[in-house]
């Protein structure tokens, strides 16, 4: 059985979450009660219909706080009888998440007369602490359209080949902003720059041109010997450990050419010593 837990705050993506689950044959539930998952897993254990049941649930601040605060309890209990659980925690920032219910028009969970909408959303930070603490995969859906979240799960939740930790290289721009769920974040905005070669600037580093022109420069062989040597030797060392997520992420000014190139380059080259080696390119659109 594998089950996955969708948790965060109200506005920042659990219900396009669910869909995609939903869309890729998960059974899923809204707003299951948290003390309601030992339950829930005997009841699907149980039915011989069901041959690898595949089951998502949503657990946010609708829930009671007393549910909320035994949620370490119970993902301990299911993961001793061996199903396979991802939590899954997804957060904006608290503009965006203003924003987002602005536009809507819907009403926050939390708010009433004596709570406005911006305290509601800081107060969910609290609520929802013991998930967000033991969550396997964090996306921060700030600067993400529904379309881009919907990519990023299927990527980081669907694609995963095989049990164990998945590790995921991603290039981005720096002047979009750094991703926040990153565990490793590289800077090689000091290798030389396409972007001021008039010929190659409207290609991406995934192209011909921008990859033989990155090959011939004696600092980018070294940068990328140094990181795939460091990534090759401590990211086993993160699967040890029982992560389930690890990001990596490298980043040059517009996340077109340079962190294109080696993100690309080092991801393909850790497929040989790691098994779940995913390849994102954020900024490349």
């Known amino acids: 059985m594998r089950l996955v837990i969708v948790s965060g705050r109200s506005g920042s993506g659990k219900s396009t979450a669910l869909a995609v689950l939903e869309d890729s044959g998960f059974y899923c539930i809204d707003n299951l009660p948290a003390g309601m998952l030992p339950e829930l897993a005997e009841r699907v254990l149980l039915d011989a219909e069901l041959l690898r049941p595949q089951v998502a649930v949503s657990i946010d601040a609708r829930n009671l706080p007393s549910q909320l605060k035994r949620f370490p309890a119970l993902l301990d209990e299911l993961r001793q009888r061996n199903i396979q659980c991802d939590v899954l925690y997804l957060d904006a920032d608290n503009a965006t998440l203003l924003k987002r219910f602005s536009e809507t028009r819907r009403r926050h969970p939390l708010t009433d ?3 406005s909408l911006a305290e509601a959303i800081h107060e969910e930070i609290a609520l929802l602490g013991p998930i967000a603490d033991l969550a396997d995969l964090k996306i921060d859906t ?7 979240l919907r990519d990023s799960i299927r990527l980081r939740l669907l694609e995963k080949p095989e049990p164990g930790t998945a590790f995921l290289i991603e290039s981005f721009g720096f002047k979009r902003g ?3 769920d990153a565990d490793l974040v590289f800077d090689v905005r000091c290798l030389p720059n396409p ?3 008039a010929e190659l600037r409207e290609y991406n580093g995934l192209e011909q041109p921008i990859r033989d022109y990155m090959a011939a420069q004696s600092e980018v062989e070294e940068m990328f010997n140094d990181l795939n040597h460091y990534l090759s030797k401590w990211l086993p060392r993160f699967a040890a450990s029982n992560r389930a997520y690890v990001t990596v992420a490298i980043g040059c000014t517009g996340g077109k050419h340079r962190s294109v190139y080696l993100a690309e380059r080092i991801g393909q080259a850790l497929r040989t010593p790691l098994r779940n080696v995913q390849i994102r390119h954020r900024d490349l659109s």
């Open 142 to 148: 700030t600067g993400l359209n529904l379309y881009q």
């Open 113 to 115: 007369e004596h709570r």
């Open 195 to 197: 972007y001021w070669k």
């Open 178 to 180: 750094m991703p926040v």
